[in-house]
């Protein structure tokens, strides 16, 4: 029973990861100056939101074998409380951090519709922070010989990393564009 619990948890681990980057990399699009409008952005907004809380699910899962298997001692005190792992603290308490983050992130957006704007949006952008420590947190305790479950995360990685950049680079053109616009009405 014990090897069947990390291996679920291992595998949900993974599945949790994909998923986030997802939720990720849908985010990215739907913030930016270029995110789809009409139809299209109806659909990836639900998807954003839907994948989300298939994220969640899958990660409480992770966290719920990670505790119930006896290969490693994760307590349920350190699957919430950051940092207080007997085994790996400082790998372990980065996922408890990704974890609380995304538990906020959740709950507010759940809430979304009784807070004020402003204070959504300063706990959704911590969800920047999340990502990067749950690649990392994947990548320090991911099972190193199995190429399949590495490669899956350092794909994420990849990935993310690319929207991001792909974010970035977007949002600042456009800015560029405006700028050089806005300065030939002036001239």
Avoid: K
């Avoid at 119930?68 to 409380?81: C, G, M, P």
């Amino acid at each position: 029973m014990n090897e069947l619990l990390w291996y679920v948890s291992r595998a949900t681990g993974v599945v949790s990861i994909v998923l986030l980057t997802v939720v990720v990399v849908l985010g990215l699009v739907t913030a930016g100056r270029r995110r789809p409008t009409g139809d299209s952005a109806t659909v990836v907004m639900a998807l954003h939101r839907w994948l989300s809380l298939g994220t969640s699910v899958f990660l409480l899962a992770h966290i719920a074998t990670a505790v119930a298997e006896t290969y490693v001692s994760i307590d349920l005190v350190s699957a919430v409380l950051p940092f207080t792992s007997g085994y790996e603290a400082l790998w372990v308490g980065l996922g408890t951090l990704a974890f609380d983050v995304l538990l906020a992130v959740v709950v507010t957006s759940l809430l979304r519709h009784r807070l004020a704007e402003r204070t959504w949006r300063r706990v959704h952008l911590l969800s920047h922070a999340l990502w990067p420590m749950a690649i990392v947190h994947g990548l320090a305790l991911g099972t190193s010989g199995e190429l399949l479950l590495r490669g899956t995360t350092i794909a994420c990685a990849v990935v993310g990393v690319g929207a991001i950049a792909w974010r970035y680079t977007s949002t600042h053109h456009d800015e560029r564009r405006r700028v050089a616009v806005a300065a030939q009405e002036w001239s």
